[in-house]
């Protein structure tokens, strides 16, 4: 009897596991038209989270094949890729994420919100779909709605 509990407890918990991955989806997303990745492509990141600068460059390099210029500043530079931290955006530990034809942002209110934004760009990158050297038109925006994220 308690084997069977058991049983029925793991089947159970396995459930909402199950769900709980098929509700992880950004909160809003919006898509149309392609970004093309100059070969000398140059992001530009945020005083405030310079430390993470040798991560996002060589994860960008190592999901999209193209060596990245890394520089700490702030502003958007035209074709290039700007990780900044916006204290007033009004998402917990969230991100925006916008790809138009200027460039790409991805503006965190926090370091962690700005990591969150670059693992959904290399996601984009590194997708099936998606032509090598090139990131669709898109604007998101997400945070983490479950404790465990």
Known sequence: MKKNMLLIAVFLSSLNVL?????AQP???EQKGTFVIPSSVQIVVDKKIQKSADYIGS??????????I???GKGN???????LVDEKINLPNGYE?????KGV???GKSTNGVINGLQTLLQICSAKEVKKGTIPFVKIED?????WR
Do not use: C, H, M
């Open 19 to 23: 769900q709980a991955q098929k509700l």
């Open 27 to 29: 909160v809003k997303i």
């Open 59 to 68: 994860n960008f390099l190592k999901n999209t094949g193209i060596k990245p």
């Open 70 to 72: 890394v520089s700490i």
């Open 77 to 83: 530079k035209r074709d290039g890729i700007s990780f």
């Open 97 to 101: 994420l916008s790809v138009t034809k």
């Open 105 to 107: 942002l991805i503006k």
């Open 143 to 147: 945070y983490p709605r479950f404790e």
